[in-house]
């Protein structure tokens, strides 16, 4: 698997099958999919929903970026 923003890139190796572009996300759809990843079985704390919010408009739409980002915070201590 190949993962690339150049579709010049995606395209380029001779074995390559079909390439699937995704669009980036907005920051609703990134903090929608930060708070089912990092808090699966819970609601996401209050006094994190605004840091949320900021670290995902960060991530600048990329999924990737967004679901790393979430396997980091999941492990943590929510409580505090």
Request: net charge negative; proline share 10%; aromatic share 4%.
């Amino acid at each position: 698997m190949l993962t690339t923003r150049q579709l010049e890139v995606a395209c380029y190796p001779e074995t390559a099958g079909p390439v699937h572009e995704m669009p980036f996300m907005n920051d609703s759809q990134s903090w929608d999919l930060l708070k089912q990843m990092a808090f699966p079985d819970s609601i996401c704390p209050p006094q994190l929903v605004n840091v949320g919010k900021e670290v995902v408009r960060r991530c600048a739409g990329l999924p990737l970026a967004v679901v790393l980002l979430a396997g980091v915070l999941s492990p943590v201590d929510k409580i505090r």
